[in-house]
C-alpha cells in the first residue's frame, strides 16, 4: 500500500477577512499549512503529500511548506480544481488517496490512521463524522423550512476524507458542473457507499476570526 495525502491549501479565506490566503495566515507564529502538513505527515502510513496552492502566489506556498518534503502544484479556482490538480500529480504507485483541507491544522494522528486503515480494509470512500450538536432544518430559497432530519441521523462531516485511488480519479472525471463541497459529494454522485467512521473535535476547520482563536489557545494548552 502506498499512501498519498492531497491538501488544498489555494482558498482565499475571505470569511476569516482581509488578507494572505487562508493556508497561509498564522496560528502560533507559522501558517495553518504547515500545522496541517505536520499533522498529516506524523502518521507513519503517510508516503506523500501534495499541497495545491493559490496559482498566482505559489512561491509563498513553497516557503510554507520548506522542509516539509511536500510537493506543491498550482491549485484551481474551486476546491474541487485545486483537489483535482493534486491528484494528476501523483506517481503511480500511490493506491490510497487522502485529502485533508490546509485549513484543519491540528488532525490527530490517530484519525489519519482511522481513515487510512478503514480503505485499507476495503472501503472504497470514508468520511470522519461527528454528531451534530444544533437541530438542522432544510430551507428553501425564501428561507422557509421544508425538512427537519432526525438529528441522530446526522453527522458534520470533516478531513481527511479517505478513498481508493481508481474510485477518487474516478468520481473527479464527473462533469465539472457538478458543485460539491467534499470529495466524498462526488463519490456519492457516483452512487459508491460512503462510509462515516468517527471523527475529532481537534480537525475543526479554520474558517471564521473565532477559530482562529479557538486554535491559539489549542496550541497553549499543547504547550502547557
Ligand atoms: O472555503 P473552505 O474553508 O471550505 O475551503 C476548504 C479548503 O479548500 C481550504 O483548505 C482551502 O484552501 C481549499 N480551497 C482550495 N482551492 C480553492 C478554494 C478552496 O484549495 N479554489
Known amino acids: 500500500m502506498s499512501v498519498a495525502v492531497l491538501v488544498p491549501a489555494a482558498g482565499r479565506g475571505e470569511r476569516l477577512g482581509p488578507g494572505a490566503p487562508k493556508a497561509l495566515r498564522e496560528v502560533g507564529g507559522e501558517p495553518l499549512l504547515r500545522h496541517a502538513l505536520r499533522s498529516l505527515g506524523a502518521a507513519p502510513e503517510v508516503d506523500l503529500l501534495v499541497v495545491a496552492g493559490p496559482p498566482g502566489d505559489l512561491a509563498a506556498t513553497e516557503a510554507a511548506c520548506a522542509g516539509t518534503g511536500a510537493l506543491v502544484v498550482a491549485g484551481g479556482t474551486d476546491r474541487r480544481a485545486s483537489v483535482a490538480a493534486a491528484l494528476r500529480a501523483l506517481p503511480p504507485e500511490v493506491d490510497v488517496v487522502l485529502v485533508s483541507d490546509a485549513a484543519r491544522p491540528f488532525v490527530p494522528v490517530e ?57 477518487l480519479e474516478r468520481a473527479h472525471a464527473l462533469p465539472a458542473e457538478l458543485l460539491v463541497t467534499d470529495d466524498a459529494g462526488l463519490v456519492e454522485a457516483l452512487g459508491l457507499p460512503v462510509l462515516v467512521v468517527p471523527g475529532a473535535p481537534e480537525a475543526f476547520k479554520v474558517t471564521r476570526p473565532e477559530d482562529v482563536e479557538a486554535a491559539e489557545a489549542l496550541l497553549r494548552r499543547r504547550g502547557a
Open 111 to 167: 484519525l489519519v490512521q482511522r481513515v487510512v486503515a478503514t480503505v485499507a480494509a476495503g472501503a472504497p470512500a470514508v468520511v470522519p463524522g461527528l454528531p451534530v450538536a444544533d437541530t438542522v432544518k432544510q430551507v428553501d430559497g425564501t428561507g422557509h423550512v421544508v425538512a427537519t432530519p432526525p438529528r441522530e441521523l446526522l453527522r458534520a462531516v470533516q478531513t481527511p476524507q479517505g478513498f481508493a485511488r481508481v474510485v
